[in-house]
T-cell receptor
Framework: SQELEQSPQSLIVQEGKNLTINCTSS?????LYWYKQKYGEGLIFLMM?????EEKSHEKITAKLDEKKQQSSLHITASQPSHAGIYLC????????????FGTGTRLLVSP | DGGITQSPKYLFRKEGQNVTLSCEQN?????MYWYRQDPGQGLRLIYY???????QKGDIAEGYSVSREKKESFPLTVTSAQKNPTAFYLC?????????????FGNGTRLTVT
């Protein structure tokens, strides 16, 4: 079973619409990282969250970590075609060294 | 510009052959990692290295080997013992022992074994 569950697995939204991707664990997340991947390429770091209740924004993307540090959400406002790709959450589960486990990813398509 | 270089981008091999994937970083990072990505399974950790001349097995190390003779280099060998080697392989590096240090990834190598 996956230690990090992402939902939805895929998403098609119309350009200009808002969307939210979720990342959930049954364990405490000591560091939560959001990445974006274009098909066949490497992962691009978006944001990192550490503290319960923390929220960070960059351009039109906002990431939040809940107070219990077991769930994170990534929200995109007014989506654009450039937002299309695969979004992955990665987390440090306090294994003693910075080894991240990853969710299975959410594939986002933005239609014109 | 600093970054991680993986080569080659595409690699084709016959079953039974060993193959080595290259990963070089000029970020002066202590830690380096190899992940494997398969459809529907996310990324899985193969090996990681915290420092030169030291490395540890990740979750799926069977059939793989690594070396860390230089800080900037962490090659991965996929041996004939790996039962399902066809996958997308990603190398990463980080500052290491710190929750403030995100992993930086290369652009990956897609290995196809027939």
């Amino acid at each position: 079973s996956q230690e990090l569950e992402q939902s939805p697995q895929s998403l098609i939204v119309q350009e200009g619409k808002n969307l939210t991707i979720n990342c959930t664990s049954s364990k405490t997340l000591y560091g939560l990282y959001w990445y974006k991947q274009k098909y066949g390429e490497g992962l691009i770091f978006l944001m990192m969250l550490q503290k319960g209740g923390e929220e960070k924004s960059h351009e039109k993307i906002t990431a939040k970590l809940d107070e219990k540090k077991q769930q994170s959400s990534l929200h995109i406002t007014a989506s654009q075609p450039s937002h299309a790709g695969i979004y992955l959450c990665g987390a440090d589960l306090n294994t003693g060294f910075q080894k991240l486990v990853f969710g299975t990813g959410t594939r986002l398509l933005v239609s014109p | 510009d600093g970054g991680i270089t993986q080569s080659p981008k595409y690699l084709f091999r016959k079953e039974g052959q060993n193959v080595t994937l290259s990963c070089e970083q000029n970020l002066n990072h202590d830690a380096m990692y190899w992940y494997r990505q398969d459809p529907g399974q996310g990324l899985r950790l193969i090996y990681y290295s915290q420092i030169v001349n030291d490395f540890q097995k990740g979750d799926i190390a069977e059939g793989y080997s690594v070396s860390r003779e230089k800080k900037e280099s962490f090659p991965l060998t996929v041996t004939s013992a790996q039962k399902n080697p066809t996958a997308f392989y990603l190398c990463a590096s980080s500052g290491g022992y710190s929750y403030n240090s995100p992993l930086h990834f290369g652009n990956g190598t897609r290995l196809t074994v027939t």
